[in-house]
């Protein structure tokens, strides 16, 4: 019976799973689990990559010695972010993308190629920490003229364990970068951008062999010498997208941990300038699929103040809080989650007050019932997005899917179930590590079939709660 494993690198925390295929269904284990924090030095806010690498590649060897018939294991993380290399040599920790050095390299990259012309060439909501803003960011900063080559996160660790460099299409499709068709680099728009050609290496599939883990990072970790890596759905999203058990064009996703991220799977992307307007991105999603969604703040808004309250002495703990949140009575004000002021880490609570303040709404007078604030301010972003897909696409969206670490949230998946006044499906947890491991099932012929055959596995290995609406839309 062999067996697989994810190294699923999300912005709370890093996590090594591994699955099983058994009867048609997927055994998951979780091997390692460990903190995701970055760190702010003078020059901006870094990812500790290095311990990252570190962490996963113990896991990896946890894995191995613990699973006798493991065969392969693949990467994922968030998206956009990058490392710049020089030969084989990291030229420093990636910077994260909610440091606040891309405002400037925005403009620069408009003034160049406008926000219209950009949509119609990557279909990319606009962020302002896309890849193609860093990289012009690292221009300025004359970091880039020192690199020859860029790598996307997972790549990267992909590379430091096998020795080969690739840029997996999915996340690659977060760089702004790639060809709205997905089948390669927009050398015409790095020309014009003064990208170097050839920084960024060839963009493979998902589902691709890599190769084996190097014999030096074998016996460094203690993996055994029968694990290859592949390729999946690099981008963390794409990969939770394989793990929504949705089956029909009436279905949503929210795929909700730090981020929320919106949306619908099209075969095709929409890039129009109503999509542009309304804030929707066309990603690369496995097997051709679109990934037509957009960025909700997500519940960084809920971590990041529970990180001011630890500062402040009042550390929470996250299930009692939200014990405390359920019993909030009596209306809360709502605010715009999507605000771009509470992107960069800081005193959330604080500036969520200064923007109610702002808009004539009274301060939240106790940490329940400002989160009960956030829960229900994301619940209408939700539902606003939904009607977006729906006006966007023609569809009629009946099932919300809700997946990630927020599916443990029962008030948000109850709120989001009545400002969308849709049916919540929550579930699973681990879409993320699920969607990794079941395209590598698939990649080393455990499993067969298209994305609804792993959907069905993954409904037949997994008891999502539903939440149905109460009162009127
Ligand atoms: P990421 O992939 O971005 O690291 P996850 O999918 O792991 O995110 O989700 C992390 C989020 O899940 C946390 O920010 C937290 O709000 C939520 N979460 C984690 N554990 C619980 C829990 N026991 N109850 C409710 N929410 C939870
Ligand atoms: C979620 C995610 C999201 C990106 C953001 C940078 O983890 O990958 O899809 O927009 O991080």
């Known amino acids: 019976m062999s067996v697989v494993a994810a190294i699923d690198l999300g912005a709370t925390s890093g996590r090594v799973v591994t699955g099983t295929v058994r009867g048609g269904e997927l055994q998951l284990r979780e091997v390692a689990r460990f903190p995701n924090t970055p760190v702010r030095l003078p020059d901006g806010l870094h990812w500790d990559v290095l311990s990252l690498y570190s962490a996963a590649m113990t896991g990896l060897g946890v894995a191995s010695r613990e699973e006798p018939d493991l065969v392969g294991a693949a990467v994922d993380s968030w998206a956009v972010d990058h490392g710049l290399l020089r030969g084989s040599r990291l030229l420093g920790n990636p910077y994260h993308y909610r440091d606040e050095r891309n405002e400037a390299a925005v403009a620069a990259v408009h003034a160049v190629v406008g926000p219209e012309e950009l949509y119609r060439r990557n279909g990319l909501q606009h962020l302002p920490f896309t890849s193609v803003f860093q990289l012009a960011a690292s221009a300025a900063s004359g970091d880039l003229a020192l690199a020859d080559r860029v790598l996307l996160i997972p790549d990267l660790i992909g590379w430091w364990a096998t020795g080969v460099p690739v840029a997996e299409r999915t996340n690659a499709s977060t760089t702004g970068l790639l060809r709205l068709d997905g089948t390669g680099w927009d050398e015409d728009l790095m020309a014009r951008l003064e990208l170097p050609p050839g920084l960024l290496p060839d963009v493979v599939e998902p589902g691709t062999p890599l190769g084996p883990v190097t014999a030096a990072v074998r016996e460094e970790f203690g993996i055994a010498d029968t694990i290859a890596l592949t390729t999946v759905g690099s981008h963390d999203?794409?990969?939770?997208?394989?793990?929504?058990?949705?089956?029909?064009?009436?279905?949503?996703?929210?795929?909700?941990?730090?981020?929320?991220?919106?949306?619908?799977?099209?075969?095709?992307?929409?890039?129009?300038?109503?999509?542009?307007?309304?804030?929707?991105?066309?990603?690369?999603?496995?097997?051709?699929?679109?990934?037509?969604?957009?960025?909700?703040?997500?519940?960084?808004?809920?971590?990041?103040?529970?990180?001011?309250?630890?500062?402040?002495?009042?550390?929470?703990?996250?299930?009692?809080?939200?014990?405390?949140?359920?019993?909030?009575?009596?209306?809360?004000?709502?605010?715009?989650?999507?605000?771009?002021?509470?992107?960069?880490?800081?005193?959330?609570?604080?500036?969520?007050?200064?923007?109610?303040?702002?808009?004539?709404?009274?301060?939240?007078?106790?940490?329940?019932?400002?989160?009960?604030?956030?829960?229900?301010?994301?619940?209408?972003?939700?539902?606003?997005?939904?009607?977006?897909?729906?006006?966007?696409?023609?569809?009629?969206?009946?099932?919300?899917?809700?997946?990630?670490?927020?599916?443990?949230?029962?008030?948000?998946?109850?709120?989001?179930?009545?400002?969308?006044?849709?049916?919540?499906?929550?579930?699973?947890?681990?879409?993320?590590?699920?969607?990794?491991?079941?395209?590598?099932?698939?990649?080393?012929?455990?499993?067969?079939?298209d994305l609804e055959a792993l959907r069905a596995v993954v409904a037949r290995s997994t008891a999502p709660r539903t939440y149905e609406p109460q009162g009127s839309r």
């Open 237 to 449: 999203t794409a990969s939770a997208v394989v793990g929504v058990p949705m089956t029909g064009e009436d279905a949503a996703y929210i795929s909700c941990g730090t981020w929320s991220l919106v949306g619908a799977e099209l075969a095709a992307p929409v890039v129009t300038d109503e999509a542009r307007r309304a804030g929707f991105t066309n990603e690369g999603g496995v097997d051709g699929r679109t990934r037509f969604l957009t960025n909700v703040m997500g519940l960084w808004l809920l971590s990041e103040s529970m990180r001011a309250w630890a500062r402040s002495g009042q550390e929470q703990d996250l299930p009692s809080l939200l014990d405390q949140v359920a019993a909030v009575t009596g209306p809360v004000p709502v605010f715009d989650v999507d605000d771009p002021r509470l992107l960069p880490p800081g005193d959330m609570p604080a500036r969520i007050e200064a923007l109610l303040t702002e808009q004539g709404d009274p301060v939240p007078d106790s940490a329940p019932v400002l989160v009960r604030s956030i829960l229900q301010s994301l619940a209408r972003a939700y539902a606003g997005a939904i009607e977006d897909i729906e006006r966007l696409t023609g569809r009629t969206v009946r099932t919300v899917h809700l997946v990630g670490g927020g599916a443990q949230n029962a008030l948000l998946c109850r709120l989001t179930a009545d400002a969308t006044g849709r049916t919540v499906v929550a579930g699973p947890v681990e879409a993320t590590a699920i969607g990794n491991l079941l395209v590598q099932a698939r990649t080393h012929g455990l499993i067969t079939g």
